[in-house]
């Protein structure tokens, strides 16, 4: 060790863990400040959930597949890696809900975040007209008296009633983050919702008044690399100095030395004296890891889903309906077990080579895992079962890429706030040079991971050097 110079540990090298130890090189550099970075990952790869699988010119995405950069995080990193010309947005197409065995439209302006108009409701098939009457009711319906954080479901079968919240919300939400509206927690999924009944009472007066709705940023698209999410890794590893990572080591423990430095605790090398650390690691590894300081103990365990996504290539003329469609998503009240399912190459081009269709399901969902478990030809037929009911395909696929996500999809439930409040004062007080961020945290989506990873860089440098 040189005199004088810092380390800075970053444990776990997903997508926040990477973003970290890279803004934290770069602005020492800058700064000219005496730091040294390590990274250290536990599997033989670094990129955590974000992974591309690229075969005979198909771009396959086993976890993540885009991203909605609703704070430009990701564009301003990849100006950084010097990628920026490798982003893509996607395409337009129709969105569909499952109900029963039928696909239902959503009006482009009823998805969540566009304008929520009366007119789309009234021309939506997706509801009854009672339905559209009580979902009308927002208009008039006072605001709540209650302070408190409140399920998802709750909240929107307040203001909306219950069929649009069976047949909308829940079809949306499972899809998206595999959670349980009646778990899941309003103030910290859609905080913009919470903030809108709080101010202006009706969310749809509320839409329209705010300007959210017709404000540019907020309407966006999606988007990913031209080649794969995992471009972003590729690069952001290729730019973190040599040697500054450490792959296929695991982070055990931790601990205080009495000059105020933390010693970290490896399975397999000797331990490392660091002067601060950032750990990017989910919250429940996170605690283990504190176990034998006997910190965060009372807290309890996070909730993860287990979900797995399946991608299937079929020859086009075989899928026989919908052939506008960009996704579809299930609601409850369908008999199909897959939760969504995109068409890939509608989204994205160049993802599937020409004359071939990529299907992108999702199965799982809390409280609904078992699907999981099976093996990847049951899980392979069962798709293939819910396919043909829902868009007819009878023909084999060319080739199905299953991959299961144990106890990965964070869920924010009610109360969560208040629990990471609480777990960062027992940091802080206890820890004061360790940092927990990533998608356990403050967000679980790419640009707020890169958002959190970017803000812990500069957080410790500034505390560091202050
Ligand atoms: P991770 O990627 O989980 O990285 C944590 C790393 O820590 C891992 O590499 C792990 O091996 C390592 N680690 C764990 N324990 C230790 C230890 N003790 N010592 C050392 N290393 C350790 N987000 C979007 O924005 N858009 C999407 O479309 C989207 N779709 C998703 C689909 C799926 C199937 C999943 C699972 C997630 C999806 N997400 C999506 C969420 C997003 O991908 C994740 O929240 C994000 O990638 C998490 O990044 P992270 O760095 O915080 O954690």
Not at 338 to 357: L, S
Not at 418 to 423: L, T
Request: a negative charge; charged letters at 25%; hydrophobic letters at 35%.
């Amino acid at each position: 060790v040189t005199l004088g110079r810092r380390k800075v540990a970053v444990i776990g090298g997903g997508i926040t863990g990477l973003t970290t130890a890279f803004y934290l090189q770069r602005y020492a550099q800058q700064n000219n400040l005496p730091v040294d970075v390590v990274l250290i990952e536990s599997s033989l790869r670094v990129g955590g959930k974000i992974q591309t699988l690229r075969k005979d010119g198909f771009i396959i995405e086993r976890g993540p597949e885009s991203f909605l950069d609703y704070m430009n995080s990701v564009r301003d990193l990849a100006k950084d890696l010097g990628i920026e010309k490798e982003m893509v947005s996607n395409n337009d197409g129709q969105t569909y809900v499952a109900v029963g065995s039928q696909l239902y439209p959503i009006p482009s302006n009823l998805m969540f975040g566009g304008a929520l108009e009366v007119s789309s409701f009234i021309t939506s098939g997706l509801f009854s007209l009672s339905g559209k009457v009580r979902a009308a009711g927002d208009l008039l319906l006072p605001k709540t008296r209650e302070e408190e954080d409140e399920p998802i479901g709750d909240f929107f079968r307040r203001r909306f009633g219950k069929e649009v919240v069976e047949n909308l919300v829940e079809p949306l939400l499972a899809g998206t983050f595999a959670g349980d509206i009646d778990h899941l927690s309003i103030q910290s999924m859609f905080p913009q919702f919470y903030q809108l009944e709080k101010q202006y009472r009706s969310l749809i007066l509320g839409l329209k008044k705010s300007g959210l709705s017709q404000s540019k940023d907020y309407i966006k698209s999606y988007q990913t690399f031209k080649n794969g999410l995992e471009t972003l890794i590729e690069s952001l590893e290729s730019q973190l100095l040599p040697n500054s990572v450490l792959k296929g080591i695991k982070v055990e423990s931790i601990d205080k030395l009495s000059d105020g430095s933390i010693q970290v605790y490896f399975n397999n090398i000797a331990p490392l004296k660091c002067d601060a650390v950032v750990m990017t690691t989910p919250f429940n590894a996170t605690k283990r890891i504190f176990n034998s300081y006997g910190l965060l103990e009372e807290m309890p365990d996070m909730n993860y889903a287990t979900i797995a996504t399946v991608t299937l290539a079929f020859k086009q003329e075989e899928i026989k309906r919908h052939k506008d469609a960009m996704n579809f998503f299930v609601s409850r009240n369908s008999d199909l077990a897959i939760t969504t399912c995109t068409w890939c190459n509608h989204k994205w081009n160049n993802v599937a080579p020409d004359g071939y269709d990529m299907l992108r399901v999702y199965i799982g969902r809390v409280g609904d895992e078992t699907i999981v478990e099976l093996s990847d030809s049951d899980i392979e037929k069962t798709v293939l079962q819910d396919l043909k009911k829902a868009i007819g395909i009878s023909e084999a696929p060319l080739f199905t890429v299953v991959t299961r996500w144990n106890q990965s999809m964070p869920q924010y439930t009610v109360g969560h706030e208040k629990r990471m409040e609480e777990i960062r004062q027992q940091i802080q007080t206890e820890f004061p040079k360790v940092k927990l961020v990533g998608s356990s945290y403050e967000g679980i989506s790419i640009p707020s991971c890169v958002a959190q990873g970017k803000k812990a860089a500069s957080d410790v440098l500034e505390e560091m050097f202050e």
